[in-house]
């Protein structure tokens, strides 16, 4: 409960005015959101809900192989591999987190966590010329996954 610790969580779900205005826009625009991604850093995974437990999704084979397509993108770029499992399954039990909060209550059904570079030399400390070789990485994701989406759900 020390709020200068790196892993305070605030007084309350929402508590801080930059997570209440993420949570009121997918609220609001859930209908139409088919892709979310919390982006961490370190470990250079591709997580998949739930968070809370071992239970999977119904919809978790399509989470896979969406996260699978991604990923082939991203290891395409420079190289770098990272591994696609549920939270528990790749870190440890975890509740609480906005990619359960996603697809379980606002059924966004393609909700990911990620964990950019590195996979431990450095930390949350990343060297400046690793920054952009990591965007270049996560953007190859986003537009993989955001091609799949528009030829699965746009008309």
Known sequence: NNPCADT??????????ENRNVRDFLTANKDNVKFYNNVHSYSQLILLP?????????NYDD??????KGNDALFDVHGK?????????????????SL??????????????MELRDT???????????????GEEVWAFHMTVARELIKEFVP
């Not at 305070?8 to 005015?17: C, I, R």
């Not at 990272?82 to 609480?96: D, K, R, T």
Request: proline content about 10%; hydrophobic content about 35%.
């Open 8 to 17: 305070y969580m605030g007084p309350e779900a929402f508590s801080e005015v």
């Open 50 to 58: 739930w968070g809370w437990g071992y239970e999977q999704p119904d």
């Open 63 to 68: 989470l896979y192989e969406m996260a699978m």
């Open 81 to 97: 591999t990272f591994e696609v499992g549920c939270i528990p399954c790749m870190l440890y039990v975890a509740s609480g987190g």
């Open 100 to 113: 359960d909060w996603t697809l379980g209550e606002l059924g966004i059904p393609y909700s990911y966590g």
């Open 120 to 134: 431990g030399n450095y930390g949350f400390i990343l060297p400046p010329d690793q920054i952009i070789p990591s």
